[in-house]
């Protein structure tokens, strides 16, 4: 299993949300690089760069960002908040990112997003599906849909997309341990699924946990920021 610690951004500054709430705003650092230059120096091989402003105003906004952690890092990237359009798509990727995260567009444009996967590839695009209970959420979490999870991801694979992760937005910031049950029902009807678990890790044993079950990866964010999980814990994964 491998660990993927979140940076997320606003205003160019490392912080986490609690539930996904703005207002709910702590800033860890100013220096994102920083930060990533850590993780790199523990062993870690991957970072989950998130751009909550974008995500926020439906455009992408700190790619800059992006740029100097792919350029000054050799950080596998992931970069997701604010892709609306294929040019959004081709920015992330010209700018370092090895994956473009995509979550609404996924729920919500279905047709862009299969146009855009024929022109840069399935394997380019890391999906997103943020839940409550089973349903889907969009928009920086804000707006809860009808669709069911189950289905969404049966979807995708079908259409070649190799990894997901899935963030259930009622742990998200709490350091209250992860969704455990809704990951092996997941993984147990999708024998191809490349899971990636996200929010709610809060000690060495939820990533024990997750690996056991058979996630693939797992985001860690504010575990680690608040000092729960340490960065040596994280190189022994």
């Known amino acids: 299993m491998q660990i993927i610690p979140a940076i997320d951004i606003i205003e160019g500054k490392c912080v986490r949300l609690t539930e996904g709430d703005y207002s709910q705003k702590k800033v860890y650092n100013e220096n994102p690089l920083e930060v990533a230059l850590q993780f790199q120096d523990a062993g870690l091989e991957r970072v989950h760069l998130v751009d909550l402003d974008g995500a926020k105003a439906g ?7 992006l ?5 000054k890092t050799s950080l596998k990237i992931d970069f997701g908040g604010g892709i609306k359009k294929q040019e959004d798509v081709r920015v992330v990727l010209e700018a370092g990112a090895l994956w473009a995260t995509v979550g609404s567009v996924a729920v919500k444009d279905k047709t862009s997003l299969f146009q855009w996967m024929q022109e840069f590839g399935a394997g380019k695009f890391l999906l997103g599906a943020d839940v409550k209970g089973e349903l889907l959420a969009v928009g920086g979490w804000l707006e809860t849909t009808s669709i069911n999870i189950f289905d969404f991801i049966a979807e995708y694979l079908q259409h070649g997309i190799q990894q997901i992760f899935c963030t259930d937005i ?14 092996q029902s997941l993984i147990k009807q999708n024998k191809n699924l490349n899971l990636i678990a996200s929010g709610g890790v809060s000690s060495v044993q939820d990533l024990e946990a997750l690996r056991e079950i058979g996630c693939a990866g797992a985001i860690v964010g504010k575990a680690i920021y608040e000092g729960k999980i340490s960065l040596d814990d994280l190189s022994r994964f």
């Open 170 to 183: 009622s742990k998200d910031g709490r350091l209250e341990g992860p969704s455990l049950a809704l990951y």
């Open 67 to 71: 740029e100097m952690i792919a350029s």
């Open 59 to 65: 455009k992408i906004i700190n790619w800059k960002v």
